[in-house]
Every structure is written in structure tokens, then in C-alpha cells.
């Protein structure tokens, strides 16, 4: 293997641009960036020196809200009313899951992330232990939550509450900073108020986030009206769910309180336009309320059965485009706020950093192709990050100062991609052989 990759101390990177200044930046053993500028070579003594002429760096994309090892059903059920997309394609699959179909997806996931310069993912589902295994050998940071469904069945809840527990005590155990455990509620209405008090409770106890679908579908608002007399992030609120460590994902039919009452409890809302348009949602997630209160919002994919990738280069053009048609404002979600979204409001979200480019910071670093059609001609790096390029233009991934990507390398690629095929033949066939 190219001694890149397997390299553990300081590493330089030389003349790549930030801002439209030519610097350096040094990182130390720890992974942490040690200096920025034109003398920051002399900081350190550099193991690796990665040439960053005619590269612009940027820092390392957080995907806030996907289900990794769903790439396995990439393309497997397509252009179909989200609850018939649901009942009969993907949960039927899904009843077939096993660990290590779970594994070979995850790891196709995290290679397909670190293509498109995505450093730190926020994940629900099942088998987490083995995705938590994957997303450590690829050298991405990861949150894991057990996806929590109950459906109002104490029998159900009691079993939820110990796969849940069991992973939470599986990740510490682990002791990797780089991994970490979450409590995930799948959904108000999948999730009873025992159920989701039970969760609230939890995640405080162990100082841990929670994982939450909020408020997705129109169906969603007015299904827990019906049931509960109250919306619902209201119910989330009152079951303990709301917090400055969840992340509520999708956020489309929030109305303006809702918005004010996330923002008062410091919660993450996660962006996920082009899942929301594909399923036809039928309305974008009020940006522009959510910032006016003051909630953090990020960007996420959710995951390849309803995505179809996960590239989050691609998604800051959707959120950026979306917001701007669906309330009708040219001037909304400007490029710089999409960049944003994808960095430090991301790593806001896990708890991974500042998500910039400054010293102490960790080493999470991108480093975009300058050269590339789509980022020429480079009057505006961010503009051309969000609007012009996608994934292909990302070239170098570091994570925590490890270099996960060099120059489109990735260490057993083809490996990687010929065993999730496999994996995800064997899957649809039991699913067949069982019907």
C-alpha cells in the first residue's frame, strides 16, 4: 500500500489555496492543524508532503442525516408513493438484513463519502456494531444510532430499549474518539411517547444525541394532531427529544412555532432536499425561519434507496436551489450558507469540531481539483463548490489529520465495490426466495 495512507505522523500540505491566498498548512502527529500560512512548513517536520498546487482546500463535509448501508438498495425501487416505496419493496428487504450484508454496505457508503470529500456521518439503522466496525476501518468519524421502532408495543419497546443499550455499550467499549453512539427515535409515529420519553431520558443519562425523523410528510403533522392534539415537535418536546444534541432530520412541514421552539432548545435541523424532492414531500423545510430563531441547520442525503448517492457537494446545490424556488427568493441560501451547512453547521451537529480551516482545529481537510472545467474560471471558490462541480472535483480527503483519499486513491476500492455487489445480490435473492 502507498505509504500515504498508512503514514501516522505530521503531514504538509504545500501552496494550496484558501480564500484565494497561496499557503501552507501543517499538521501535527495528533492530527490537528498546527498552522496556516506562508512559514507554517517550518512548524513541523513533515512525514508527508502532499503538493497542493492547484488545489483549493476547504474543510471536510459532515453528512448530518443518511442510513449508510441502504446503498445496498440503491436503484432497487425507484418513482413510487413513499408509503407503497416503503411497504413493499423496502421494508420487506429490509427484513433480511444481516450484519454482514450491513458491513459491506457501510463500507461502500464510506468510500462513496470519502469520494465526494465527506468526512463524518450521522447514521441510523440496524446492525450498527458492524457499521461502527466499517466506518472505523475506512478512518471516518461516525455517530451510530439503532434505529428505535416500537409501534406502541410495550413487548417491542422492551426490545428496542436493549438493542439500543447494547449498542451505546458496544461504541464505548470501543474507545475511539472517531466513533460514537446516538439514541435514535425513529419518528413520532412510529415511536410511542413511552417509547420516545424513554429516549429523551437515555441520551441525557449517557450524555449522548439523539437521532430523529421530524416532521417529513403532511401526513406525519396531521396524523399526531389527530392523535396527540399537538404537532409534532411539540410532542418531541415534551418527551424529553428535543435537545442541543438531536438532530432532527427532513424538518419539511414545520410551521413557524415550531421553528422558534428548535431554535430555543439548540437543536439541528438536517437538510435533505434531494431525498424530500424525489419522495415528493411536497414542501422544503423553512430555512429561513429555522435561522431567524436561531437553530443550527445542516445538510444530509439520507440514504441511497431515496437518494440516490451520497454526495454532498450535490446536495448543497439541491438545498441551495430548492429553498430559493420553493419560497421564492433568488437571494436565500446564498453559496457561502450552503458550505456552511455541509461544514461547521455539520460539525456543530456531531460534536466534531469547529468544521474550519484554523488552527487547533482538527485536520479535517478537502482538497478540490483548481483546474477542473467546473471550477474554471475560479472568480468565486464557493460559488463554483455549490453550483458548478459535485464530488468528482475532490481530489485529497484527510480525516483527523489521516489521509483517506490521495489524488481519487482510495485503498481497496475495488474490493470494496465488488463485495457490496455481491452482498447486495445475495440480499434481493433471499428477499425473492422468501416471497
Known amino acids: 500500500m502507498n505509504e500515504i495512507f498508512t503514514a501516522r505522523g505530521s503531514v504538509l500540505i504545500a501552496g494550496v489555496a484558501i480564500d484565494g491566498s497561496t499557503v501552507d498548512i501543517a499538521i501535527d502527529e495528533t492530527g490537528a492543524i498546527a498552522a496556516i500560512g506562508k512559514d507554517a512548513r517550518t512548524t513541523i517536520d513533515a512525514e508527508i508532503v502532499i503538493d497542493g498546487s492547484d488545489r483549493v482546500a476547504v474543510p471536510g463535509f459532515v453528512n448530518t442525516h443518511t442510513h449508510a448501508a441502504m446503498s445496498l438498495l440503491r436503484g432497487y425501487a425507484d418513482d413510487m408513493i413513499l408509503q407503497d416505496w416503503l411497504a413493499q419493496k423496502i421494508w420487506p428487504l429490509e427484513a433480511h438484513l444481516t450484519g454482514d450484508d450491513v458491513y459491506a454496505g457501510t463500507r461502500l ?11 463524518a456521518f450521522n447514521d441510523m439503522y440496524f446492525f450498527m456494531d458492524r457499521a461502527a466496525a466499517a466506518a472505523d476501518e475506512m478512518g471516518m468519524r461516525a455517530t451510530f444510532a439503532y ?71 403532511e401526513k406525519e403533522v ?27 432530520a427532513h424538518c419539511c412541514w414545520l410551521d413557524e412555532a415550531e421553528c422558534r421552539l428548535l431554535g430555543e432548545r439548540g437543536v439541528t435541523a438536517s437538510h435533505n432536499p434531494a431525498s424530500n424532492m424525489k419522495l415528493a414531500v411536497n414542501r422544503a423545510m423553512p430555512y429561513h425561519w429555522l435561522r431567524q430563531y436561531g437553530a443550527n441547520v445542516a445538510l ?33 441560501l446564498p453559496a457561502g450558507e450552503a458550505i456552511g451547512m455541509a461544514t461547521a453547521a455539520g460539525a456543530r451537529a ?17 482538497l478540490l481539483d483548481a483546474r477542473a472545467a467546473c471550477n474554471t474560471p475560479l472568480f468565486h471558490p464557493d460559488s463554483n463548490a455549490v453550483y458548478a462541480c459535485s464530488g468528482g472535483v475532490v481530489m485529497t480527503v484527510l480525516c483527523q489529520g ?25 440480499l434481493v435473492a433471499r428477499a425473492e426466495e422468501a416471497q
Not at 222 to 248: H, I, M, N, S, W
Not at 315 to 326: I, T
Not at 357 to 363: F, K, N, Q, R
Not at 403 to 426: D, F, K, N
Open 109 to 119: 457508503a464510506c468510500l462513496e463519502m470519502i469520494r465526494s470529500g465527506t468526512v
Open 147 to 217: 434505529g428505535f421502532i416500537d409501534l406502541g408495543m410495550e413487548e417491542k419497546r422492551e426490545a428496542e430499549i436493549k438493542a439500543t443499550e447494547t449498542l451505546v455499550a458496544h461504541v464505548k467499549s470501543l474507545d475511539n474518539p472517531r466513533i460514537r453512539a446516538a439514541v435514535g427515535p425513529h419518528s413520532v409515529y412510529t415511536v410511542s411517547p413511552e417509547g420516545l420519553s424513554w429516549c429523551g431520558e437515555y441520551a441525557a443519562e449517557q450524555n449522548i444525541g439523539i437521532h430523529v425523523h421530524l416532521s417529513e410528510t
Open 222 to 248: 396531521a396524523d399526531c394532531v389527530a392523535q396527540f392534539g399537538k404537532r409534532p415537535a411539540y410532542l418531541l418536546d415534551e418527551c424529553g427529544c428535543l435537545t442541543p444534541r438531536t438532530v432532527a
Open 300 to 332: 444530509g442525503t439520507d440514504g441511497c434507496s431515496s437518494n440516490n448517492n451520497l454526495d454532498l457537494m450535490e446536495e448543497m446545490k439541491f438545498a441551495a436551489l430548492l429553498q430559493k424556488f420553493a419560497w421564492n427568493s433568488p437571494t436565500l
Open 350 to 366: 456531531l460534536g466534531t469540531g469547529p468544521g474550519t480551516l484554523t488552527v487547533g482545529a482538527p485536520a479535517d481537510i478537502v
Open 402 to 426: 489521516r489521509i483517506l483519499m490521495h489524488e481519487r486513491e482510495v485503498p481497496g476500492e475495488e474490493e470494496i465495490v465488488r463485495e457490496a455487489g455481491e452482498t447486495a445480490r445475495s
